[in-house]
């Protein structure tokens, strides 16, 4: 099983980014995925979560409405559309399979000016 987080960066409050996560190893389809990310000095924090058709979605209260999960069961490969960032978004962002306990190595996402 492998996770293969991108897309990450610097960015400006306000601005945008689309995160990647491409998976291998496992039938992608028949999981659902989770976005997670971590802060320094904070805790895990749970940022999205789809089911395996990608019929259901939620989203951490932090997030919810600037924020939007996606999958491409085709492309084997989960995505994170992250709009109107702000300094507190600012941490490393992983994929992470929950049923099976797997996530990938992550991707930093810096909101600064």
């Known amino acids: 099983v492998q996770l293969v987080e991108s897309g990450g960066g610097l960015v400006q409050p306000g601005g945008s980014l689309r995160l990647s996560c491409a998976a291998s190893g496992f039938r992608f389809s028949n999981f659902a995925m989770t976005w997670y990310r971590q802060a320094p000095g904070k805790e895990r924090e749970l940022v999205a979560f789809?089911?395996?058709?990608?019929?259901?979605?939620n989203y951490a209260e932090s997030v919810n409405g600037r924020c939007s999960i996606s999958r491409d069961n085709a492309k084997n490969t989960l995505y994170l559309q992250m709009n109107s960032l702000r300094f507190d978004d600012t941490a490393v962002y992983y994929c992470k399979v929950p049923v099976l306990g797997v996530r990938g190595q992550g991707t930093q996402v810096t909101v600064s000016s």
């Open positions: 789809i089911a395996s058709n990608g019929g259901n979605t």
